[in-house]
């Protein structure tokens, strides 16, 4: 299977539920309320608790497991990932014999956190458990865990959690519902581990219940801040399961961020939450970028490979531009979102090199620029960069959005940042909307010299220097006078 199509393949059955869920929405209209906890926040105490991941904007995500041993390779395939287990089929027994092969000795966590903090990254949010069922640290919900099987022997979460504070980075995991290695989980086809759709009532309650010895590990061990939840779309985990368990980490820990995952209802991947609905504190569009931003106090994050595999792959060298990278988190932001950028390291411990340039470069444009995406708001003006196809489709059977990579804006208190992909000849020209400049420089320009503008009513036009200054994104800083 080509990779294209391996990412299609899952996406295609993402879709599908996603569809399945739209279709009953259609008939059934059923809502999603939100957890009593949730609900009973006010707005203001629920944009307090978001104000560090808000603000923050861009963070690394962490794929890595058993599945980084065989790195993607398995007789004679060469395009596997994570979902290893699902597509070869392999007996759990066969795959659990690459526990004896995991001894990660070049993992450096201070090395990694390095890294995400010259990205620009100001939080990371690793696997502590995939579908593979695998537990990265010593868990006592499973002996099937890192400390236990490995000749390493130890968790790896832990130091990573402890790097990322020692350098302000802020530090999450991710956890998957979906368990391949559980015995509650059987396969749903002979060799198929993916989608165990019958459970076991007793089975399902003593899973739920390891599920909470794990995740309450996580808060009270690694002091985890974002909880990543996937692997719920099956259909014996229900919103009810979802919002007891928000209501149980919650009380574990008020400050906990959760995202809408923990819930089964990722139609579309903001699960109803652009409604105010939904259980979980944030929409979590996978690989695709929302066309629009869903207004005040709908938090969302847009998680995207680097590559074309979130967990390693020794053969997979398409990696993104770093222009690619900088433009959708410019696009992003602009639209009140978070980036979440994975990387899938090695079974050794290291990230791979490529990866590790190309963030280097993404850091350096935020070194400069980081003003115009740390802690803003989306853009004050009204107006699409782009259009919905009218032949392409997604993988939900929806037109497919294509944006304009022209510009883009975003926002703070007495400042408009203009993100301009294409240089104008001569003059920045915008309907203002109620944007009234006060005066305008370029950000990368180191003196701020002030640039020549006029607004007869809404119509700016800022006069600009013949060159600019970023081939990728140069930021035209607009002053307010709000
Ligand atoms: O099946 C997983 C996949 O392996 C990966 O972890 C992504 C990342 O968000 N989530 C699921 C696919 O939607």
């Not at 090395?111 to 868990?139: C, L, N, P, Q």
């Not at 602009?334 to 963030?359: F, Q």
């Not at 740390?374 to 107006?383: C, D, L």
């Not at 883009?408 to 400042?415: H, Q, Y």
Request: a neutral charge; hydrophobic letters at 35%.
């Amino acid at each position: 299977m080509k990779i294209k199509t391996k990412l299609v393949h899952r996406a295609v059955l993402m879709s599908l539920i996603a569809a399945a869920a739209a279709a009953q929405a259609q008939t059934a209209k059923p809502t999603v309320p939100a957890a009593p906890v949730q609900a009973a926040e006010t707005p203001a105490q629920r944009d307090a608790r978001m104000a560090w991941w808000r603000e923050a904007r861009f963070g690394m995500f962490i794929h890595w497991g058993l599945y980084a041993v065989p790195g993607g390779e398995w007789n004679g395939r060469k395009d596997l990932a994570e979902w290893f287990m699902d597509e070869t089929g392999i007996a759990r027994a066969d795959y659990e014999k690459f526990a004896a092969q995991f001894n990660p000795t070049k993992y450096d966590p201070d090395e990694w956190v390095r890294i995400a903090k010259d990205a620009g990254m100001k939080y990371i949010v690793i696997t502590s458990k995939h579908h593979e069922g695998f537990a990265m640290w010593d868990t006592k919900g499973t002996d099937y865990n890192i400390a236990k099987r490995t000749p390493y022997g130890k968790g790896v979460l832990k130091p990573l959690a402890e790097a990322a504070r020692r350098a302000g980075l802020h530090f999450g995991t991710y956890y998957s519902i979906m368990d391949w290695h559980d015995p509650s989980q059987s396969p749903s086809q002979p060799g198929k581990h993916y989608n165990p759709t019958k459970m076991d009532p007793a089975k399902k309650r003593a899973y739920i219940e390891e599920m909470k010895t794990e995740l309450a590990e996580l808060v009270r061990e690694t002091h985890t801040e974002v909880l990543w939840f996937d692997g719920e779309w099956m259909d014996w985990w229900t919103n009810e399961d979802g919002r007891e368990l928000y209501t149980f980490l919650r009380k574990l820990d008020p400050n906990l961020i959760i995202n809408n995952r923990v819930g089964n209802s990722r139609a579309g991947s903001l699960a109803g939450m652009d409604k105010g609905e939904g259980v979980g504190d944030f929409g979590t569009p996978e690989q695709n970028i929302p066309a629009r931003g869903f207004g005040p106090g709908v938090y969302w994050e847009t998680c995207m490979t680097l590559n074309d595999h979130w967990g390693y792959n020794k053969y997979d060298d398409h990696w993104k531009s770093t222009e690619v990278v900088v433009r959708n988190l410019v696009d992003i932001a602009s639209k009140g979102g978070n980036y979440l950028l994975n990387v899938g390291p090695e079974a050794s411990g290291v990230i791979p090199a490529p990866a590790v340039a190309r963030l280097r470069d993404i850091g350096g444009w935020l070194k400069v620029n980081g003003e115009s995406i740390y802690g803003t708001g989306p853009t004050p003006f009204a107006g699409d960069h782009g259009g919905y196809s009218t032949s392409e489709k997604n993988d939900d059977g929806k037109p497919k959005w294509i944006p304009k990579w022209d510009w883009r804006a975003t926002s703070k208190k007495g400042k408009v940042y203009v993100h301009l992909f294409e240089w104008p000849d001569k003059t920045f020209h915008v309907d203002a909307g109620d944007v009234q400049a006060k005066s305008a420089y370029l950000l990368a320009d180191a003196k701020h010299a002030p640039l020549k503008f006029t607004q007869n009513g809404k119509t700016l036009d800022v006069q600009l220097p013949e060159k600019a200054l970023d081939p990728i994104d140069t930021v035209l800083v607009i002053e307010t006078k709000d």
